[in-house]
């Protein structure tokens, strides 16, 4: 079972940034698709970013556009995706996932607040 660990989250104030990071493990298959998804307390999960196995394509919510970038790192036995986030608002706060090869990992809290 691919097993994935998140860290990078904290608190940040209004307009400053923070780099998530995903590490992947135990897959069989190679690259794979990896997405960033996010909650809000209240709130329905939410795709923030996608890209692709070889890290050519990406794709990311309308709401982060032009604030955040998802890249990735392929080893032979380890694949990383970070999600850079930059000019964060109080809108941004919430646990983050990361997702791939049917796995999810266990969510880091970002705090956007003055």
């Known amino acids: 079972q691919v097993q994935l660990v998140e860290s990078g989250g904290g608190l940040v104030q209004p307009g400053g940034s923070l780099r998530l990071s995903c590490a992947a493990s135990?897959?069989?298959?190679?690259?794979?698709?990896m997405r960033w998804y996010r909650q809000a307390p209240g709130k329905e999960r939410e795709l923030v970013a996608s890209?692709?196995?070889?890290?050519?394509?990406?794709?990311?919510g309308d709401s982060v556009k032009g604030r955040f970038t998802i890249f990735r790192v392929n080893a032979k036995n380890t694949n990383t995706v970070y999600l850079q986030m930059n000019s964060l608002k109080p809108e941004d706060t919430a646990v983050y996932y990361c997702?791939?090869?049917?796995?999810w990992g266990q969510g880091t809290q970002v705090t956007v607040s003055s």
């Open positions: 997702q791939g090869w049917g796995s």
């Open positions: 135990g897959f069989t298959s190679g690259r794979n698709d």
């Open positions: 890209i692709t196995g070889t890290g050519g394509f990406t794709n990311y």
